[in-house]
């Protein structure tokens, strides 16, 4: 027994090392494969409020480029709704034949090298926002809520290996999903869209009707460049962002109010 | 004594806010983001309890890896880092390092500079090949490490002769 005390005593260090090794390795492979790790994110109380206090100094520096930002945006708006309508003006304003809830909120961290990017935002659970919610900016899609926290939430962004979001092609309607390689983050991944479909380099990418995290129709990016995968039945098509990934700073979230109901009918069927 | 545990928890807490704050959003070249925090490594005591220091760097890697949402890929880089330190030293500037009256003023720089080197390299290796985890990407790994790495080094040369000790 001693002769074993001693032996752990003299190589402690290297006891101490692989204990160590041991648990980083279980936290890191298990979110690649899961979810992000719950408990250690950057949507908690200390990181968030470090983040949260450089935010307010960094955002100065861009205000006047976003104010332009969003007062285009508001135009597009403003068009929009002089052009419709008036009936249909009248009808979404009653909340209770609203599908989609939007909240905004700003980035105060962002990333976009490594190959699973997470952005954190200022508004959490006592704002309303829940996991699985969408985030949209200005001009286009950004990512999903993943883990929130009090007063900040954390986003996988669409610049993840693990992210997969239905997608489709605007005018002929067939629909893959978006991934991420890695490689490039102005650029995103559409897959499995069929080898009879007819590509144009140019051609705008929307979210698909499919998923109950996005509306449909809310812009991705373009087609850059495509060719057929190894099988040589399935386009892999590179999607140039609308967004610039690296200039974000307001976005805002969307909620599908009826996406509990689809979640649960959509339980319900495949059990059966 | 004293001074010294100061003058560390001191450069932890400023080196872990740089790196969030500053480093972490640099970009430069479109994806480089430096860790210069792995000058940690470099400037902590040579005489020191090497559990403590391990554990030290494990918990500077941790409070990185929360920042950064990188799961705990700084932290067993740095855990690494600090556990191969000794061999690393012994490799580079020879027995004589274990004698008491060892300092990095009886180093020529080339030897300092090449501790550094592979204190950084053996960070971006561990740290990389983790992040991507696979072997089909080897070559977008050895691109960033070797990206990466190069500017790291040179920050952490620089921060090294900027703020270097007077007295060790």
Redesign the interface.
């Known amino acids: 027994m001693q002769r074993i005390i001693n032996f752990v005593l003299r190589y ?2 290297a006891f ?2 692989g204990f ?2 041991l ?3 279980i ?3 298990r ?2 494969s899961y979810h ?2 719950k408990f ?3 949507s ?1 109380w200390l ?1 968030g409020n ?2 949260g206090s ?1 935010a307010d100094v960094s955002s100065y520096f861009g205000l006047r480029q976003e104010n332009n930002r969003l007062v285009k945006e508001n135009e597009r708006l403003r068009k929009l709704l002089f052009n419709m309508k008036v009936d249909s003006i009248i009808q979404p304003l009653d909340s209770s034949f609203v599908a989609y809830e939007v909240l905004s909120a700003k980035l105060i ?10 952005i ?1 935002i200022n508004k959490g659970r006592n704002q309303g926002v829940k996991q699985d919610m969408g985030v949209i900016t200005t001009k286009g899609i950004l990512g999903i809520v993943e883990n929130v926290s009090s007063n900040f939430a ?1 986003v996988q962004s669409v610049l993840n290996t693990k992210s997969n979001i239905n997608a489709k092609i605007k005018h002929s309607e067939y629909f893959g999903s978006l991934v991420w390689t ?2 490039d ?1 102005t650029m995103a991944q559409l897959i499995d869209i069929p080898r009879l479909v007819p590509l144009v380099v140019g051609d705008t990418i929307v979210t698909g009707g499919m998923s109950s995290i996005f509306p449909e129709n809310i812009p991705i990016g373009t087609i850059k460049k495509y060719d057929l995968n190894t099988a040589g039945s399935f386009y892999n098509i590179d999607v140039e962002l609308f967004n610039d990934m ?1 200039n974000i700073k307001n976005v805002y979230l969307i909620e599908n109010k009826n996406r509990e109901e689809i979640k649960t009918l959509e339980a319900r069927t495949t059990n059966e | 004594m004293n001074n010294s545990v100061l003058l560390n928890g001191f450069r932890f807490v400023l080196l872990v ?1 740089a790196q ?2 500053i480093f ?2 640099l ?1 430069f070249m ?4 430096p860790f210069v925090y792995v000058i940690f490594f470099y400037w902590y005591p040579i005489k020191s309890n ?2 403590f220091f ?2 030290i760097s ?1 918990l500077l890697g ?1 409070i990185i ?9 700084h ?2 880089a740095s ?2 880092v600090a ?1 191969a330190r000794p061999v690393v030293m012994r490799f580079c500037f020879g027995v004589n390092y274990e004698f008491q009256n060892f300092s990095f003023k009886n180093t020529t720089k080339i030897q300092r500079v090449a501790f550094l080197a592979l204190l950084i390299l053996i960070h971006q290796v561990v740290f990389f090949s ?4 696979s072997f089909t ?1 080897i070559l ?1 790994i050895l691109k960033k490490v070797f990206g990466t790495g190069i500017v790291t080094l040179v920050l952490c040369t620089l921060f090294s002769s900027l703020f270097s000790p007077k007295t060790e």
């Open positions: 402690r260090n101490l090392y160590l090794a648990i980083s390795l936290i890191t492979v979110s690649h992000q790790s250690f994110n950057s908690k990181t470090v983040y450089a961290k962002n990333s976009y090298t490594s190959p699973r990017n997470y954190t954390t890695a490689e983050y690296a | 806010l969030v704050l972490n959003n970009s479109g994806s480089i983001n090497r559990t391990m554990l494990f941790f890896d929360i920042f950064s949402d990188t799961m705990a890929l932290s067993i855990l690494t556990y983790l992040e991507i985890l990407h977008l």
